[in-house]
């Protein structure tokens, strides 16, 4: 069955650290990925997907099929990137993983 | 164009009531998603649409809930003999389909029961 796992409910770092942000999936088949974010008080919105294999907001994800993993890193975390941040599989629907709070402190 | 569009925004009801809550997906969209978002809870599945049709109603929780969408667009949740765990954010999406593309979210509609 598709799942998806972030085992950390919250992440606090500290400016200008690295961040990431972990993500496993269950899932036999190619994998559709994605992680979306979701700022305080705004709808969630997509932050970037596998396939299009792009950095935004300084964030990139590798897919690596071996470990069933779609991490999301960031070099230099901001203030700006406190937000609720979820991955999501995609198979004929989307499965969300229960989401990571990452707090970025001045 | 508007993205996904659900009202209310809140609604605060009384144990028992029933409440229906509405879903303008993006024009075009074929497929639409229900989800619920409890506090500090993930995104919980509900149903999808794909047109008018429910491929994937596994995640209603009871038969007091229920949806339907009309004309390929607007879609509706309702929830009958509403109970106090009913209490969430529930969210819509909507997805033009195709291979690795995106679900645009609502802003949700928070749900009291009271």
């Known amino acids: 069955a598709q799942r998806v796992t972030q085992p950390e409910k919250l992440l606090s770092v500290f400016k200008g650290a690295p961040v990431e942000l972990k993500c496993n999936y269950s899932?036999?088949?190619?994998?559709?990925l994605f992680w979306y974010v979701q700022y305080s008080r705004q709808r969630l919105q997509l932050l970037l997907r596998?396939?299009s294999r792009e950095s935004i907001k300084g964030f990139t994800a590798d897919l690596n099929k071996g470990e069933t993993s779609f991490h999301l890193k960031k070099p230099f975390a901001q203030e700006e990137d406190s937000a609720m941040y979820y991955c999501?599989?995609?198979?004929?629907?989307?499965?969300f993983g229960s989401g990571t709070k990452l707090n970025v402190k001045p | 164009g508007a993205g996904v569009s659900q009202s209310p925004s809140n609604k605060v009801t009384e144990k028992g009531k029933d409440v229906e809550l509405r879903c303008d997906p993006i024009?075009?969209?074929?497929?639409l998603y229900w989800y619920r978002q409890s506090l500090g809870q993930g995104l919980e599945f509900l149903i999808y649409?794909?047109?008018?049709?429910?491929?994937?109603k596994s995640g209603l929780p009871s038969d007091r809930f229920s949806a339907e969408r009309t004309g390929g667009s607007v879609s509706t949740l309702t929830i009958q003999r509403t109970q106090q765990e009913d209490s969430a954010v529930y969210l819509c999406?909507?997805?033009?389909?195709?291979?690795?593309?995106?679900?645009?979210f609502g802003q949700g509609t928070r749900l009291t029961v009271v």
């Open positions: 649409f794909q047109g008018n049709s429910a491929p994937d």
């Open positions: 024009s075009g969209h074929t497929a």
């Open positions: 999406a909507s997805r033009i389909g195709g291979a690795n593309t995106e679900a645009f």
């Open positions: 899932y036999s088949g190619s994998p559709e």
């Open positions: 596998h396939i």
């Open positions: 999501a599989l995609y198979f004929n629907k989307f499965y």
